[in-house]
Nanobody, 118 residues
C-alpha cells in the first residue's frame, strides 16, 4: 500500500511563496505520474499540476501557470509544488496524487492547508 504524506502548507500573505512536498512510500515511485490537486470546502477537488514519471512532461491549470512549478526527485520519492506570487484565491487544501495515466491504482495524500491572506 502506497502512502503519500504532504507537508509545507501554512498561512502566508498575498505575494508570498510556499513549497509543498509530497513524500511517497514504495519502490516504484518513478513509474507513476504525480499530480497536485486542491479543494475548498463544499467544492469539487480540482487539478493544479501534474508531472510524468520521468519528470520531463508537466501540465498546469491556467490559473497557476507562470506562478507554480511542479518538480520531482525520484531518488527521494518526493514531488514538490513551488508556489510563488500567491493569491487569496489559492487558499485551499492541497492534495498530491500518485497514478498511472493508462489506469490502475491511484493514491491520495491526506492534504495540507494553504491559506493566503490579503
Amino acid at each position: 500500500q502506497v502512502q503519500l504524506v504532504e507537508s509545507g502548507g501554512g498561512l502566508v500573505q498575498a505575494g508570498d511563496s510556499l513549497r509543498l512536498s509530497c513524500a511517497a512510500s514504495g519502490r516504484t515511485f518513478s513509474t507513476y505520474a504525480m499530480g497536485w490537486f486542491r479543494q475548498a470546502p463544499g467544492k469539487e477537488r480540482e487539478f493544479v499540476a501534474s508531472i510524468s514519471g520521468s519528470g520531463i512532461d508537466t501540465s498546469y491549470t491556467d490559473s497557476v501557470k507562470g506562478r507554480f512549478t511542479i518538480s520531482r526527485d525520484n531518488a527521494q520519492n518526493t514531488v514538490y509544488l513551488q508556489m510563488n506570487s500567491l493569491k487569496p484565491e489559492d487558499t485551499d487544501v492541497y492534495y498530491c496524487r500518485q497514478y498511472r495515466p493508462g489506469g490502475g491504482n491511484t493514491y491520495w495524500g491526506q492534504g495540507t492547508q494553504v491559506t493566503v491572506s490579503s
